[in-house]
């Protein structure tokens, strides 16, 4: 079970309110906000904002279990830093001998790494499962039964047990992994590494290597169109997106964004027409035709947008805004901004909760 792995238990927080209520017929939004160490619970029905629940230090990567019971949210200990200096190919540069971790590692709480578990119903953190040192991005396996886990300062992927709370897989790859994705038939999970560029495909059945490809600097997520055999890949270094053929792991085309662009995130409507890309500190979000590879729409969103997520309608588009502490509320059949909510300090990723 996975509760007698947990640890960390909290004191009982209050009951669902009425907004709660009511928007359980649809789902919620949760938000990992990495400087203030908790997350923010918000109502997919009329956006307002449901709860506050600290968990851990420095939450990032977030995400709902299948069934909508519980939110997973990976936690570090390694301190928050400036984003590396990079060279005039955008590549980071590290101090010779050493790269940028060495420093942290030395002021690191590894006691708070792990994956947090978080029980919707009574907005409470439950405990958290060890996955691999400073845990920044993870995926669910296609059954919801395993965490496919980027450990950012030890160059790994790990693969966690949610049952057990068991590291049973520990693949080596490129420095600073970040980005975990699985791909939509649960084979195979891709991992990007923000230093090198380099991409890892892993499977899932046996966890060898199937393929290893690089792009330009800094990847940070990976998104799928299925009907292509297509992977989506920005490059946060250089404003670029980078088309992937997901079979032959060989670039297709590197679109370029708009002048200041930052991608980070990048996630697929419901009817795989469009792919949106977050540009962090450009403050908008590019909207492209997911076939021609066309840029076709530009939303004005907060300040340096970072996660994305959509509803599970494809009404509206959420986009975590770090600098501003708040989530805007995108109106996906106007492509326009239609609310900000007040979020916790710097807000990194955002996570649909299905309640329904």
């Known amino acids: 079970m996975v509760w007698k792995a947990c640890i960390c238990v909290l004191g009982a927080l209050s009951g669902l309110s009425a907004c709660a209520a009511h928007a359980a017929a649809g789902y919620q939004i949760a938000v990992s906000n990495e400087r203030s160490n908790d997350v923010t619970i918000i109502s997919g029905s009329?956006?307002?904002?449901?709860?506050?629940?600290?968990v851990g230090k420095r939450p990032r990567g977030i995400h709902a279990s299948?069934?909508?019971?519980?939110?997973?949210?990976?936690?570090?200990?390694?301190?928050?830093?400036?984003?590396?200096?990079?060279?005039?190919?955008?590549?980071?540069?590290?101090?010779?001998?050493k790269d940028d971790d060495d420093d942290d590692?030395?002021?690191?709480?590894?006691?708070?790494?792990?994956?947090?578990?978080?029980?919707?119903?009574?907005?409470?953190?439950?405990?958290?499962?060890?996955?691999?040192?400073?845990?920044?991005?993870?995926?669910?396996?296609?059954?919801g039964k395993q965490f496919y886990v980027s450990n950012e300062d030890t160059k790994s992927a790990s693969v966690v047990d949610i049952a057990t709370a068991?590291?049973?897989?520990?693949?080596?790859?490129?420095?600073?992994?970040?980005?975990?994705?699985?791909?939509?038939?649960?084979?195979?999970?891709?991992?990007?590494?923000?230093?090198?560029?380099d991409v890892y495909v892993i499977e899932t059945s046996g966890y060898t290597i199937a393929g290893h490809f690089k792009v330009q600097p800094r990847p940070r997520t990976i998104a799928f169109l299925p009907s292509a055999a297509v992977a989506f890949v920005p490059s946060e270094s250089v404003g670029l997106?980078?088309?992937?053929?997901?079979?032959?792991?060989?670039?297709?085309?590197?679109?370029?964004?708009?002048?200041?662009?930052?991608?980070?995130?990048?996630?697929?409507?419901?009817?795989?027409?469009?792919?949106?890309?977050?540009?962090?500190?450009?403050?908008?979000?590019?909207?492209i035709d997911a076939h021609s590879y066309e840029i076709v729409g530009s939303i004005p969103v907060g300040r340096r947008p970072w996660g994305i997520a959509l509803s599970p309608d494809g009404k509206y588009l959420f986009t975590a805004n770090g600098p501003?502490?708040?989530?805007?509320?995108?109106?996906?059949?106007?492509?326009?901004?239609?609310?900000k909510i007040k979020a916790g300090k710097s807000p990194w990723?955002?996570?649909?909760?299905?309640?329904?």
């Open 46 to 54: 009329d956006f307002s904002t449901l709860a506050t629940i600290p």
């Open 66 to 97: 299948l069934d909508g019971k519980l939110i997973y949210v990976a936690m570090s200990g390694t301190p928050v830093t400036a984003p590396p200096q990079l060279d005039a190919q955008g590549n980071p540069v590290f101090k010779r001998g």
């Open 105 to 143: 590692a030395a002021e690191a709480d590894k006691s708070a790494d792990g994956i947090g578990i978080v029980d919707v119903a009574s907005r409470k953190l439950k405990g958290k499962i060890f996955a691999g040192s400073d845990p920044e991005e993870f995926a669910l396996s296609k059954d």
């Open 166 to 197: 068991k590291v049973e897989h520990i693949i080596p790859v490129g420095q600073e992994p970040e980005g975990v994705a699985a791909t939509p038939d649960g084979k195979q999970f891709y991992v990007t590494c923000e230093s090198g560029g």
């Open 241 to 287: 997106l980078n088309v992937v053929d997901s079979k032959d792991f060989k670039l297709i085309k590197s679109i370029t964004l708009p002048t200041g662009s930052r991608p980070m995130s990048a996630r697929l409507s419901n009817d795989d027409r469009y792919l949106y890309v977050s540009n962090g500190r450009l403050g908008t979000v590019s909207v």
């Open 324 to 339: 501003s502490d708040d989530v805007s509320v995108v109106d996906l059949k106007t492509n326009t901004e239609i609310k």
């Open 349 to 356: 990723s955002v996570a649909i909760i299905p309640t329904g």
